[in-house]
């Protein structure tokens, strides 16, 4: 119930009906504010209790400095949560033991229940076994049940034990498509003591790319599975005012160039300006000519930036948007009214004041891709080859390499546009084709016969993977005619996708398919063996799937550098498949076009594609589509019906899915035998009070990383393998080896998830120096007691064994990536106490601080690498029990002691931000915080 001491409560009539809203004007300073922080300051308005929630948040809020430091804590109460199964099937894993753990400490388990709307999409499951073949859709659904069987019963006893919790089945869509295309409200409502509230949409959900709602004027972003479980729970989001930085956007993208060479521009731009726990608005005249699905795309995108959110306002493209994809007259007419009252309609002749200002004239965009491991990291089409020839360099360089037995001199640019080691905020200047050197280009021709018998060769740079995936482009109707056009136009020039490249198209939504088939491309896109495998985020999260087995053995057993090019957001190393060591991002249409070149190593402008029926050369240009057809086909294959048709039943699932046995009851029946869903330890022994927060004494250092450690290096993710720690575990409880599935797949099973944390076969602990200089991969470490290398997982049991707490150190940007909850889950059950890194990224620091990890930065400017430190140390942290006497310390003591005596002595900065996250820490968690406030 809100105090309304500021007044601001009053009535909005729309049609024939009657909305209670709490007005923006109500309090001199708001109507100012950028869009983004009217969300924030209505939804304070609108909470406000006088107690966690003041009049002087508001005021706070009326106030803002755009250029001051962020230090004033609010709490902002997101309108739902939306999930996807991979993290969220944790959340309703945590909520069904929390239930248990309110009925041992006397309370009704029941009071367990999302408070706030809570919608998750099963998307995260589909693998791609099967591709190039008109059944592969049909097949990989088959699979995906067969391997989740356990997974999907317990999300459909879920369904039915928990209030306000809907779950959208496997083979509907992405999460962020189906919340872009139906889940969004735009403008909520909901009855209180009588009456109908209306409120801004807004959310938070368990990935990083909720963000791409932000395209649709829904302020939203990503947090960690226990932050979303909390604002299930009724919990607000502990935050800082943020500084926002304006982004105007003028002209038009030009011919050739696609949304997501606009996207990945402005990728490039943010992260090289720093906007990493900022909101990023666009502004200005510019933004009413920006499409709703380019908008979409651009705010996919947010976390690629650094930024919390990347928000367009509301206009009359977003309520066109919202009547297409068939949302009700009565809802749209509400969007735009209560909009327009409260000043959150798009006005370009007013602006607000923004922190810091950045500009990008569209018709400056040049067709791009991205790669070979970072997202920012962009290049420009003309010198991809040459760019990808400076990358294969340093591979052969720093990966070992082997066997380089020819070699020839080409053209690359003098400084590697891609450099491995390159940070956020100095990230490199686009490659360009006229700063050159010569260097030596590595080749290497490989014989293969493939499985039909085709006789040729792989080398470098080979393009095994070619995959139209990923909500960021698959959104976006534009780009993805654009490539069935282009699949087209080299169908009739008689090109074909070279024979070792998996070619593979995973649509977000079922309406992609819909308009295919009404444009009639489906059959030049399968012709070029782009068949539908799922509906599913698959290559993007490395769900791509096995390589041909022929393929694979010549590219392990020659030590291939080979390629994946894809249409999606992320690249990270050991992401999409074992067997490919560089990844590149790309438009859906230049996707097709390197699976028709075959190779990274391939310049499109003056090498062709291959000839035609009467032998002349192909070229790039000569196959790529106007873009005026293809905003034609665009008007005239995309209806409303389509998705009234496709969203009709969305819950309901197919046969499969309404077939599953449903357990029943209000607290589930754990089996004993599942290797896919058991109960975690959280909440074992707790007492109505906290236990007292202890100093970090004699502790040794598990990990000691480099910068740019993402949650895909800490998180269980991927295959998991037969002679890994969570492989020998799956082994002895009678899981045969074809059965192991996903790391992400037995997100519900705590004892495989903390034997791969750590385990990425890409992550570098400097621990395990080689003689040569170089580091061990994997997930493996130096066991401090006896002096020997051995796997994470080993030596933290032996570690919590011998009753001694661990500390990881690590780099600048640690914890950059997808908001995998698990990255901190798995961190704490290894007995990690504390992680002191140079810079955290804003969800992995929040996740940490949520599972009792305390975050510490080095002094400014110092590493542990200046400090000479080289993790053989021992490490004593005093002062972290002031947080039982409710204190916040903002720096600690940290004494690390070396063998030989020798002290090094530093005051780390304490990143428990807010006064909500100290309360977090002293309770142990988040989730324990929350058990003892509803209990209580």
């Excluded at 906007?275 to 699905?293: D, H, I, T």
């Excluded at 012709?527 to 769900?543: D, E, M, P, R, S």
């Excluded at 304490?910 to 309770?923: H, K, L, S």
Aim: glycine share 10%; hydrophobic share 40%; aromatic share 8%.
């Amino acid at each position: 119930m809100s105090a309304n001491s500021l007044g601001s409560k009053s009535t909005l009539n729309v049609g024939d009906k009657q909305y209670e809203i709490f007005r923006l004007d109500a309090v001199p300073g708001l109507e100012g504010l950028p869009y983004s922080l009217k969300i924030l300051a209505e939804a304070l308005l609108r909470t406000e209790d006088g107690a966690n929630i003041t009049a002087d948040h508001v005021r706070a809020l009326a106030g803002w400095e755009p250029t001051a430091d962020p230090d004033t804590e609010i709490q902002f109460t997101p309108a739902r949560v939306v999930m996807q199964d991979f993290t969220g099937v944790p959340c309703v894993v945590d909520l069904a033991t929390m239930r248990e753990a309110v009925s041992e400490l006397g309370g009704d388990p029941t009071v367990i229940n999302p408070l706030a709307p809570a919608e998750m999409v099963i998307d995260h499951s589909v693998v791609i076994d099967i591709f190039g073949r008109g059944d592969a859709l049909e097949r990989n659904t088959d699979l995906e049940y067969e391997r989740n069987r356990e997974r999907y019963q317990f999300l459909r006893w879920g369904q039915t034990a928990f209030d306000n919790f809907k779950v959208v089945p496997p083979g509907t869509g992405i999460v962020h498509q189906v919340n872009l295309e139906y889940l969004a409200r735009g403008v909520m409502t909901r009855d209180v003591d009588g009456t109908t509230q209306a409120y801004p949409d807004s959310c938070v959900g368990t990935d990083s790319h909720t963000t791409m709602i932000n395209g649709l004027g829904v302020l939203g972003w990503g947090v960690g599975g226990i932050e979303a479980e909390a604002a299930m729970l009724g919990q607000p989001v502990s935050m800082l005012i943020p500084k926002v930085v304006g982004f105007k956007l003028t002209g038009e993208i030009p011919a050739g160039a696609t949304a997501t060479d606009v996207v990945l521009t402005i990728t490039e731009m943010l992260r090289r300006h720093g906007v990493v726990g900022k909101f990023v608005e666009f502004y200005g005249e510019g933004v009413g000519a920006v499409p709703l699905a380019n908008r979409a795309t651009i705010g996919n995108m947010s976390p690629e930036f650094g930024s919390t959110a990347a928000i367009f306002p509301i206009d009359a493209v977003t309520v066109d948007y919202l009547r297409l994809t068939g949302r009700s007259e009565e809802q749209v007419a509400l969007v735009e009214a209560y909009c327009k009252e409260q000043g959150l309609w798009h006005d370009p002749t007013r602006e607000a004041a923004y922190s810091e200002y950045l500009e990008l004239d569209l018709s400056t965009v040049v067709p791009s891709i991205a790669g070979p491991k970072r997202p920012q990291d962009r290049i420009e089409l003309t010198a991809a080859k040459s760019a990808f020839g400076t990358s294969i360099l340093d591979y052969a360089q720093h990966e070992e390499l082997h066997g380089l037995d020819e070699s020839v001199e080409e053209t690359f640019p003098a400084s590697d546009p891609i450099a491995a080691e390159a940070h956020a905020d100095d990230a490199p200047e686009p490659a360009h084709a006229s700063s050159v050197a010569t260097k030596t280009r590595p080749h290497k021709h490989v014989p293969l016969t493939m499985a039909d018998g085709t006789e040729t060769a792989l080398d470098h740079g080979a393009v095994v993977i070619a995959s139209i995936t990923s909500c960021t482009n698959t959104s976006n109707p534009s780009v993805m005619l654009a490539a069935a056009l282009l699949a087209r136009n080299a169908n009739e020039k008689g090109l074909k996708s070279k024979p070792w490249v998996k070619t593979s198209m995973a649509p977000g939504s079922q309406v992609v398919t819909d308009y295919y088939e009404k444009a009639g491309l489906w059959p030049d896109l399968e012709a070029l063996g782009f068949h539908l495998v799922g509906y599913g985020c698959t290559t993007c999260i490395g769900n791509s799937g096995p390589l041909p087995q022929e393929v694979s053995d010549v590219v392990n057993d020659n030590d291939l550098a080979v390629v994946s090019v894809l249409s999606g957001n992320r690249n990270f190393e050991g992401r999409i498949n074992p067997d490919v060591k560089m990844n590149y991002l790309a438009s859906p249409p230049l996707v097709i076009a390197y699976a028709l070149a075959g190779t990274m190593d391939h310049d499109f402008d003056t090498e062709p594609l291959g000839t035609d029926t009467e032998g002349n050369d192909v070229f790039l240009r000569d196959i790529w589509p106007d873009a005026a057809e293809v905003e034609s086909i665009v008007g005239s294959s995309i209806t409303q019906e389509m998705f009234e048709k496709d969203y009709a039943d969305v819950f309901a699932g197919d046969a499969r899915w309404q077939n599953l046995p449903t357990p029943a009851g209000k607290t589930f029946e754990w089996a004993d035998d599942s290797t896919y869903v058991r109960k975690p330890p959280y909440f074992e022994g707790m007492g109505l009070e906290p236990e007292p927060v202890q100093d970090i004494g004699g502790a040794r250092v598990l990990a000691l990383l480099g910068d740019s450690v993402t949650t895909d290096h800490i998180s269980p993710a991927g295959s998991i393998k037969a002679d890994s720690p969570a492989g020998i575990y799956l082994a002895e409880h009678g899981v045969e080896r074809r059965d192991f599935n996903s790391y992400g797949s037995r997100r519900g099973n705590h004892e495989v998830m903390i034997r791969g944390t750590f385990a990425n076969i890409r992550l570098k602990n400097l621990l395990l120096q080689k003689e040569d200089g170089s580091v061990v991969e994997g997930g493996f470490t130096l066991d401090h007691l006896t002096g020997e290398q051995t796997t994470i997982y080993d030596a933290s049991v032996a570690y919590q064994a011998a009753g001694i707490p661990l500390v990881v150190l690590a780099g600048k940007e640690y914890g950059t990536g997808s908001s995998r909850d698990w990255a901190a889950k798995g961190t704490r059950l290894l007995g990690v106490s504390a992680v002191i890194a140079e810079s955290f990224e804003r969800i992995h620091r929040s996740n940490l601080i949520g599972m009792g990890v305390l975050p510490l930065q080095f002094p400014a400017g110092e590493s542990a690498s200046s400090l000479g430190l080289d993790g053989t140390e021992t490490f004593d942290i005093v002062g972290v029990s002031a947080f039982s006497a409710g204190e916040h310390p903002r720096t600690l003591p940290v004494k690390a002691t070396k063998a030989d005596g020798s002290v090094v002595e530093f005051d780390a900065v304490v990143r428990i931000d807010t006064p909500g996250e100290a309360d977090y820490f002293r309770n142990g968690g988040i989730l324990q915080y929350v058990l003892r406030s509803l209990v209580s």
